[in-house]
Each structure stands twice: as structure tokens, then as C-alpha cells.
């Protein structure tokens, strides 16, 4: 089993930052790809970023720019600069956890509880 506990999110105005972490935790194996999704009320939950292990990143395009993932072995960051009102959502911490041999690899999803990010015009 494997625990995400994030933090960062809180209420910015428009133009402001902030910064999001993710630590993982418990019987990791391999956490690959590491990822930031948010939700909006009324609207589906999408990717904002995610990282591999090998440092490849894929940005959602609505974010390309202004938001930076990075990560520290088994922790992801969000650095969300420039932020807007549309930024404004639940943001999840995403973890696709590998394990197995190489010609039979299990995966297993997990996801954090959320952190909220309000951002005021």
C-alpha cells in the first residue's frame, strides 16, 4: 500500500503562485510516472503535469509555461506560477506504482486526497 500526502494549496490572487508537494509513502517498488491532475466543480478531472522516473515531464497545454513538475525521488512538486481564476480546483497527487519482472510488470494506481487551490481576480 501506498500513502500520497500532499500540501501547498491554498488561496492565491490572480498573477500569484504557488507551490504543491506530494510525498509518497509505504511499500514502494517503483512510482512511474508521478503526476498533478486537478478537478474543477462541474468539469471532469484532467492531467496538469506528470514526470517519470527518468525525468521526462508531458504538461497539459492550458498550463505549458507557468506550471514546473519536478521531483525528488518518491515526492512531486507543482511549481504553479502566473496562476489564473480557471487554475482555480482540486488538485490530486497521481502515483502509477510498478512492480514485478521485466517480462511481467504489475501497475497500481494511487491518488491523494486532494488539495484545494482558489485563485481570486
Known amino acids: 500500500q501506498v500513502q500520497l500526502s500532499e500540501s501547498g494549496g491554498g488561496s492565491v490572487q490572480a498573477g500569484g503562485s504557488l507551490r504543491l508537494s506530494c510525498e509518497a509513502s509505504g511499500r514502494i517498488f517503483e512510482l512511474n510516472p508521478m503526476a498533478w491532475y486537478r478537478q474543477a466543480p462541474g468539469k471532469q478531472r484532467e492531467l496538469v503535469a506528470s514526470m517519470t522516473t527518468d525525468g521526462r515531464t508531458n504538461y497539459a497545454d492550458f498550463v505549458r509555461g507557468r506550471f514546473t513538475i519536478s521531483r525528488a525521488k518518491n515526492t512531486v512538486y507543482l511549481q504553479m506560477n502566473s496562476l489564473n481564476p480557471e487554475d482555480t480546483a482540486v488538485y490530486y497527487c497521481?502515483?502509477?506504482?510498478?512492480?514485478?519482472?521485466?517480462?511481467?510488470?504489475?501497475?497500481?494506481?494511487?491518488w491523494g486526497q486532494g488539495t484545494q487551490v482558489t485563485v481570486s481576480s
Open positions: 497521481n502515483a502509477n506504482q510498478r512492480w514485478g519482472p521485466v517480462e511481467r510488470v504489475y501497475t497500481y494506481e494511487y
